[in-house]
Every structure is written in structure tokens, then in C-alpha cells.
Nanobody, 120 residues
Framework: QVQLVESGGGLVQAGDSLRLSCAAS????????MAWFRQTPGKERERIAHISGNELTTYYADSVKGRFTISRDNAKNTVYLQMNSLKTEDTAVYFC?????????????WGQGTQVTVSS
């Protein structure tokens, strides 16, 4: 069982930066691939970034590529999402998720989400 707790959301203006954190429970954090998703009302949850357990592989959705950076600190059991040059369309609830490293498909564990609101 892995518990995930996001933090760092808030209200910012377009062009600002924000860093989200996701703290994970457990002693084998490096064995989990981690991802950030976001969701707005009426839309499907979108995966925007992913990082492998050994940090060698990352993925970004086109909508955030070049602006967002995913990273992790395995010693602190934490994954981060640095969001720069925020746009109003980045407004969403952001979730972190975990799945076993090396396994494709659905994510097994989810956080409760943190709201990010970008005003114009």
C-alpha cells in the first residue's frame, strides 16, 4: 500500500511559477514510477508527466512540454512538479499517481489532488 499526499497548489497569475510536491509513504519509493495528472470539470484526467523509479526516463504531454519539469528525491520519498510560465488553461486539480516500476498500464495509487488556479 502506498499513500500519496500532494501539496503546493494555489492561486497564481498567468506567467507565474508553482511547485507541487507529492509525498509518498513506504520504504521502497524508488521501485515506483510516478506521474502527475490533471483534471478539469467535464474532461478526462490527463497524464502530463511521468518519471521512472531510477529517474532515467521522463515523459511530458505536449501541453506542458518545455514549461513543466518532473523530478523526484528518492531519499525523501517525494516527487515534484515544477510549473513555469503558467497559463490560464493550466487551471485544474493536479494528482500524483504511482505504479510499479517497469510495469505499463494503469496507475495503482492516487493522491487526493491539489487545486491549481491560474488567473489572467
Amino acid at each position: 500500500q502506498v499513500q500519496l499526499v500532494e501539496s503546493g497548489g494555489g492561486l497564481v497569475q498567468a506567467g507565474d511559477s508553482l511547485r507541487l510536491s507529492c509525498a509518498a509513504s513506504g520504504r521502497t519509493f524508488s521501485s515506483w514510477s510516478m506521474a502527475w495528472f490533471r483534471q478539469t470539470p467535464g474532461k478526462e484526467r490527463e497524464r502530463i508527466a511521468h518519471i521512472s523509479g531510477n529517474e532515467l526516463t521522463t515523459y511530458y504531454a505536449d501541453s506542458v512540454k518545455g514549461r513543466f519539469t518532473i523530478s523526484r528525491d528518492n531519499a525523501k520519498n517525494t516527487v515534484y512538479l515544477q510549473m513555469n510560465s503558467l497559463k490560464t488553461e493550466d487551471t485544474a486539480v493536479y494528482f500524483c499517481a504511482a505504479r510499479r516500476a517497469g510495469v505499463a498500464g494503469a496507475y495503482d495509487y492516487w493522491g487526493q489532488g491539489t487545486q491549481v488556479t491560474v488567473s489572467s
